[in-house]
């Protein structure tokens, strides 16, 4: 057997060992992004969200607005349909009692308007800060527009409401778990020890 078929096979080899064992990371086009914020008490419905005669604002716009409880307001902010990418949205709202604030759903749009072939990550993420509440999502693909409906569990007031994006392409960085780097430091140690020990083997007595 010659050297260059085993070295050939002990490379498919670790190749077949590793290759399950990684993952891939998606990767970030840029930093957070902040997006003008519209909102609507009246659902804007499957129109053009292109038109923003269906919308208020942009923020701080029309700003306050008191909710009472089962009140139910829709957030919108405009984007660029990008098939390619996908987006993570953060919706940033200060004032009286909005952790009473709950995500119904999110929901990307296409130009035409139409709601269908996105996914979304869930739940929709939710987090307190001081004097108010950041919601999350993932939209995938990046929508033209990204909606948000939240629905009031109790009487409150919005007093500033605000927005950040990051888009991410579909593009893939391979990478290996902790199981596949496991496995490639043992398969190292292995060949330097068979390597050595074949230069030993090699040395006249």
């Known amino acids: 057997m010659s050297k260059t078929f085993r070295f050939a096979l002990v490379a498919a080899l670790a190749v077949a060992l590793i290759a399950p064992l990684s993952i891939a990371q998606d990767k970030g086009v840029g930093e957070k992004m902040p997006r003008e914020v519209y909102y609507a008490l009246t659902n ?9 005669d269906a919308w208020d604002g942009p923020a701080p716009d029309g700003l306050p607005i008191h909710l009472e409880f089962c009140d139910t ?13 996908w987006k993570e949205w953060w919706i940033d709202l200060r ?23 996105f996914s979304y990550s869930e739940p929709i993420g939710k987090d307190a800060v001081p004097g108010g509440v950041i919601f999350h999502v993932k939209i995938i693909p990046q ?39 496991i496995v490639l430091v043992l398969l ?11 230069k030993r083997a090699a040395v006249p007595a």
């Not at 804007?44 to 923003?52: E, F, I, K, S, V």
């Not at 660029?80 to 990418?85: A, M």
């Not at 004032?95 to 072939?117: I, M, R």
């Not at 190292?188 to 020890?193: A, E, Y």
Request: charge should be negative; charged fraction near 15%; include cysteine.
């Open 188 to 198: 190292l140690l292995i060949s330097t020890v068979w390597v050595i020990r074949k």
């Open 44 to 52: 804007p419905g499957d129109a053009p969200l292109t038109d923003t």
């Open 143 to 181: 929508p033209e527009w990204e909606v948000m409906a939240l629905h009031a569990t109790d009487t409150l007031t919005i007093n500033t409401a605000t927005a950040q994006t990051v888009c991410h392409r579909d593009e893939t960085i391979p990478s290996l778990t902790t199981y596949g780097i």
């Open 73 to 85: 307001i829709w957030i919108g902010c405009p984007n660029t349909e990008v098939p390619e990418q």
């Open 95 to 117: 004032g009286s009692n909005v952790f009473k604030l709950h995500a119904v759903y999110a929901e990307g749009h296409h130009p035409d308007g139409s709601t269908t072939g």
